[in-house]
């Protein structure tokens, strides 16, 4: 599962397609080359969401389009609340190998309120990844928990977490929501820090006018304390890869990703590299 080629190197800078709505996957890759990125997250595939019952020759297509970027993690939609996430985690399970990804990332869905339908829910959802546990093992792939639904705060996922004891599942760390939750990056660490496969970085400010509250902005023009996180990250000698989640798909008054994500490695780089050179391993990119 280590992401790595050596310890102490920077960490893999990633970005996720679904900063891509509508344009060829080929192309895409390409662009995110040119900017300097290392890895891509696949959650569009040709601008779609990623169809698990794709045929051989589609998925042939997806490797030799991402043009050898390393893919750091096939993004599905399953939430482990719902029905049937065990047949789906397996299928994307299969993809990831076939794209030599080493996480496959899911959602934990809603969790009711009530606490014996809550912990009858999280015990459900564990069961599910229970069982899909020796095949991610045989395929080398593990199941990532990121950060989101009910599970936005990382003291929820650690509590999924601590009933399935199996290093084949770990969690996502998205940046923005454990933040909305009211947790510092120290608080989330301290929660999912040692079985983390994958660190995903937007930024995002308060907002009245949309729904959410939040407003999704450019790298550091927001709240969100990232360059906080990449500090705790460095210290910790994370070696995963960080990866840019600009979300054009769902919010398609952002701005385009050929502004975004030159932006975001402008600032995250320098970032990356202090939070990394603060903790006396070699400041190497080798990655």
């Not at 009711?112 to 395929?139: K, S, T």
């Not at 599970?151 to 923005?176: I, K, N, R, T, Y």
């Amino acid at each position: 599962m280590d992401q790595s080629d050596a310890r102490g190197h920077l960490p893999r800078l990633a970005f996720s397609t679904l900063a891509f709505p509508g344009q060829p996957l080929a192309r895409v890759a390409e662009f995110g080359k040119q900017c300097g990125y290392e890895g891509i997250e696949l959650r569009l595939v040709d601008g779609e969401l990623i169809d698990p019952a794709m045929p051989a020759e589609a998925r042939r297509k997806v490797k030799a389009d991402v043009g050898g970027l390393p893919v750091v993690a096939v993004d599905t939609s399953v939430r482990l609340t719902e029905e049937g996430p065990v047949a789906q985690i397996r299928a994307f399970l299969e993809l990831a190998s076939e794209w030599e990804a080493p996480v496959v990332r899911v959602f934990g869905g809603r969790l009711p309120e009530e606490p014996a339908g809550r912990r009858g829910a999280l015990e459900a959802a564990a069961g599910a990844l229970e069982e899909v546990v020796p095949l991610a093992e045989r395929l080398g792939v593990a199941v990532g928990l990121e950060t989101h639904d009910s599970f936005s705060a990382s003291s929820v996922v650690a509590e999924l977490l601590a009933l399935v004891s199996s290093p084949w599942v770990g969690a996502v760390w998205d940046s923005h929501h454990p933040h909305r939750m009211g947790e510092t990056p120290e608080q989330v660490y301290a929660n999912i820090g040692e079985r983390l496969l994958l660190a995903q970085v937007k930024d995002a400010r308060r907002s009245e006018s949309e729904e959410s509250g939040w407003e999704l902005v450019l790298m550091g023009h927001g709240e969100v304390p990232v360059r906080e996180m990449l500090a705790v990250l460095g210290s910790h000698g994370y070696d995963g890869a960080v990866s840019i989640e600009w979300e054009k798909r769902w919010h398609p008054d952002i701005e385009e990703p050929e502004v975004a994500l030159p932006q975001h490695m402008e600032v995250l780089r320098p970032w990356v590299e202090s939070a990394w050179a603060s903790t006396g391993r070699p400041a190497e990119q080798g990655r």
